[in-house]
């Protein structure tokens, strides 16, 4: 069951061809997907380097103080993460112990 709806949302839905003019709702045809065909089956190995060189320089390389700092945030978390994944092993363990040595 649909939920009612006002004349402004069916000329709408008609408008858009969701709509048949009768009020039932039209059927999609579903568009074909598009498909890219290859230009070649297989490029020759210098062909794919150069492409690949291509590729490379488009790539925005950071600055050696943007990957120290980088470095020192991954560093920081790791260890941070590593003493917070210590910390509730060494808790749930004792409390493990301490509930079935009693």
Known sequence: MTAPMNRETKRLLTRQGKMNPDGTMARRERAPVPTKAPDKERV???????????ELRKVAWPTRPEVINYTGVVL?????MGLITFSFDFIFAHVVLWVFDR
């Open 44 to 54: 020759s190995p210098i062909e794919f380097v150069g492409q690949v060189r291509g």
């Open 76 to 80: 920081v978390t790791l260890v941070f």
